[in-house]
């Protein structure tokens, strides 16, 4: 039996969209068009998906990497053909270098309407080239028992891919022909049962193909070889840069304490803050490690890192510094080490190491005697930078975007989501926000390390609340803000609770502490870049509550109200670029000092 176009759609697309379902699949944002019609239509009439329409492509595709990484499962993303694909692209980057799982569903012309000036129409065959982790061309839409076979597998599989280790968007791109609206179509009468079977699917809500990817476990010889280096080692680190599974801090900081290791816990590492046993974590080594007889002193021979590479330059300086010590990294499937100076790359879940390495060190003896001083040598210089700095930042009455990164951070209350924005933000958070027992969430989009997107990713968080995410609050500086201003219609549509806290210095302030600034001629044109923008009338615009903070009471008033609010609220402080690099510079002489003083 032949079907026409648009019957043939409601079949096909009905059967992958009630997969992708089946397969976990809860969520779509959705940017409209009119080629994907068939595919929005069927996805809106879902009872099992939410559908989240975006007007804007790429808030669209940052606001489902968002969603995405809160949740730790795929979230699907669907737009028209043409040049709104292409908006998916900065977000489609950001997913596989994070590994946030997307499933990017682009709709398309058929075959025949390529290359001969048809509207809206552009080459999207692997659009996203590397970036994708899977690209399908798919088939047109056909009712056949062996292609609703194939759109079903096409689905389970899809939404597998994107989960699979390592998490990653897949782009699935769908041509389809005119009628877009589909017509209701019936199953042939008298089929078999396996071709029923491919039109109504397993019986139970079961998926067509049930997928079953289980993290990778390190090989015993390889959990002893480094068990044994571990137990030998008189001076050993953890490092724990940026990650998102917050199930490592605990078995991470057991095995610190067990080996008598400093855990240096990035902000994004998920073990800064939280519950776990917190003894030997040191989150004051931003500061200390810029002090040159600190750096110089303290050499590990054996560091074991976790994680993305460390948001700290001055921690990467110092692993390059100590390129003699054994440097062994653990991750599940990528090679995060930009400073090339890994011995030993361990492809394994690290959950599960910590806990297959935890029974196997060996205690007593030398190195573990060297190991109780070495870890007291690494706190009393975390108690010192900390006690120092904190002074230092209590005494700057005027605005800094260091101590706004610490008042904030503290204001966040227990099982809250912090999110920075890449540039200064997350740097000063590094810096400046001191860990301690409260359970918090705190992520940024360090992938690809960019400034786009930042307000729809974090407004993608913010969406989960539901799901038990707690109250969300965003730093993020006047450019990133400006660059997607856009997303904060998403808030007003979605009814959204959050909390943004902008750092406006009028300006690019990351190049304020670069060699760019020693250009006086051309570093404000080129780098400094003032705009001289009003975000009250952004607030305005987008109906959010606004305040200006021009103190410190003021700002943790205005999160405060934020936080126990509904809504979105803007709080706005403004800086000056160049007081902000020499409040910088003060701190970090602060705890110079103080380290010098103690040596």
């Known amino acids: 039996m032949t079907f026409s176009p648009d019957r043939a759609a409601f079949a096909y697309v009905g059967a992958f969209v009630e997969e992708m379902s089946r397969s976990g699949v809860r969520h779509v944002c959705v940017a409209p068009g009119s080629r994907s019609t068939p595919l929005a239509l069927t996805i809106a009439r879902h009872p099992a998906l939410r559908t989240w329409v975006h007007l804007d492509e790429r808030v669209a595709a940052f606001f489902a990497l968002g969603m995405a990484r809160a949740l730790g499962a795929p979230v699907a993303l669907l737009c028209t053909s043409g040049t709104a694909a292409a ?86 791109n769908f041509p389809f022909r005119e009628p877009l609206v589909p017509s209701p179509a019936e199953a042939p009468a008298g089929m078999s ?24 476990i390190a090989e015993l010889a390889t959990i002893e070889r480094l068990a044994a280096r571990l137990s030998g080692a008189r001076r050993p680190l953890l490092v724990c840069g940026p990650q998102f599974d917050g199930t490592l801090a605990a078995p991470l900081a057991a095995l610190a304490r067990a080996l008598g290791a400093p855990l240096l816990a990035d902000p994004l590492s998920q073990a800064r803050w939280g519950t776990h046993d917190r003894s030997a974590v040191i989150d004051r080594y931003d500061a200390a490690l810029r002090h040159e007889t600190t750096a110089a002193a303290l050499t590990p021979d054996l560091v074991l890192r976790f994680g993305g590479p460390p948001t700290s330059k001055p921690l990467l300086q110092f692993l390059q510094r100590h390129a003699a010590a054994r440097q062994v990294v653990v991750d599940e499937a990528r090679w995060p080490d930009p400073t090339l100076l890994a011995a030993e790359v361990v492809h394994a879940d ?23 001083d070495w870890l007291a040598t690494w706190t009393r210089v975390d108690c010192t930078a900390n006690a120092a700095l904190s002074k230092h930042v209590a005494d700057v009455d ?35 926000a001191r860990g301690d027992a409260r359970p918090l969430r705190v992520l940024a989009n360090r992938g690809a390390n960019g400034i786009d997107g930042v307000v729809s990713t974090a407004l993608g968080v913010a969406a989960t609340r539901e799901q038990g995410g707690g109250p969300l609050v965003l730093v993020i500086g006047d450019i990133a803000f400006y660059h997607d201003m856009n997303a904060l219609l998403a808030a007003k549509l979605h009814a959204l609770d959050a909390t943004v806290v902008v750092l406006n210095n009028d300006g690019g302030g990351i190049f ?40 410190w009471p003021s700002l943790r008033e205005g999160v405060a109200e934020g936080i126990a609010g509904r809504g979105l609220h803007i709080v706005e402080m403004r800086t000056k670029r160049q007081r902000n690099v020499v409040l910088h510079r003060e701190a970090w002489g602060s705890v110079a000092a103080a380290l010098a003083g103690g040596a």
Not at 89 to 117: C, H, M, Q, Y
Not at 400 to 416: D, K, N, T
Not at 512 to 526: G, I, R, T, W
Request: proline content about 10%; glycine content about 6%.
């Open 87 to 172: 908006n998916f692209f900065p977000a489609v980057v950001e997913a596989r270098r994070a590994g946030v799982p997307l499933l990017v569903l682009t709709a398309d012309r058929p075959p025949e309407l390529r290359d001969v000036g048809a509207a809206q129409t552009i080459d999207q065959i692997r659009l996203y080239g590397e970036h994708a982790k899977w690209f399908v061309q798919v088939a047109l839409p056909e009712a056949t028992p062996d292609m609703l076979r194939y759109a079903r597998t096409l689905a389970c599989r899809a939404a597998a891919a994107a989960a699979a280790v390592p998490a990653g968007p897949v782009h699935l």
């Open 193 to 216: 049962d396996a071709d029923a079977l491919a039109w109504h699917g397993r019986p139970n809500g079961e998926p067509w193909v049930t997928v079953a990817d289980a993290p990778p």
């Open 350 to 372: 690290p959950r599960s190491l910590c806990e297959q390495l935890l029974p196997r060190l060996t205690a007593g003896g030398v190195a573990h005697a060297l190991r109780a």
């Open 398 to 432: 005027e605005p800094f975007e260091g101590r706004a990164l610490a008042e904030i951070a503290a204001l966040v209350p227990s099982g809250g989501t912090l999110f920075v924005s890449s540039s200064m933000p997350v740097r000063d958070l590094d810096a400046f």
């Open 512 to 551: 304020s502490f670069l060699p760019q600034a020693d250009d006086p001629a051309h570093f404000e044109e080129l780098f400094g870049t003032p705009h001289g923008l009003e975000f009250s009338a952004a607030a305005t615009l987008y109906g959010a509550r606004y305040r200006r903070a021009e103190t």
